[in-house]
């Protein structure tokens, strides 16, 4: 498969489909009426949501303020709205990659189909037979983005006041009713 490139996209959100406790994660990138929707896990979710910030604060700070990176998201670019329909996995997310272009000021942001064995090719690398998604967008868009993502992620199950674990609507065995409070 080719790369799937969005230069920069209209949009580009992390979102989920389903109920609480039985969530599908996906990455889309939307320029016109051209969409795409990639799977993955919610914990990778979290973490490139993470890494982003991580990243634009990394550039701030070397920087030293000058490079075009806000510090919260503006919120005119601010996104809750929910996923294009009808959502259309192309593929499912195994390695990603985060960047940042100092020329153009941009992330840039690969999101590389999971493979049989992920030692195989390396991101970034064109291998036809693997599918990545790239997507370059600014840094107030990956902000964005990162806000977005971790609240999708955090929309889940409630934690249980007592243990902490996520409660299920069916019911939970909470660890710490058994007498052990350790």
Request: hydrophobic fraction near 40%; glycine fraction near 8%; include cysteine.
């Amino acid at each position: 498969m080719p790369v799937i490139s969005y230069d920069p996209p209209e949009r580009f959100v992390a979102g989920a489909v389903g109920r609480p406790g039985d969530r599908a994660f996906y990455l889309q990138a939307r320029s016109g009426r051209r969409v795409t929707s990639v799977g993955l896990e919610k914990f990778q979710v979290t973490l490139l949501a993470e890494r982003l910030e991580e990243l634009l604060d990394e550039v701030l700070r070397r920087s030293g303020g000058d490079a075009p990176v806000p510090a919260v998201t503006p919120s005119e670019l601010l996104d809750d709205g929910p996923l294009d329909q009808p959502v259309e996995e192309e593929f499912r997310v195994g390695t990603m990659a985060l960047a940042w272009d100092p020329d153009d000021e941009q992330v840039v942001i690969e999101a590389q189909e999971v493979t049989e064995t992920e030692e195989e090719a390396e991101v970034g690398e064109d291998d036809p037979a693997i599918a990545v998604l790239r997507v370059r967008i600014s840094a107030a868009q990956a902000r964005a983005f990162a806000e977005r993502a971790l609240k999708v992620v955090a929309a889940g199950r409630p934690p249980c006041p007592l243990c902490g674990l996520p409660l299920d609507a069916e019911g939970h065995v909470c660890p710490r009713q058994n007498g052990y409070l350790g």
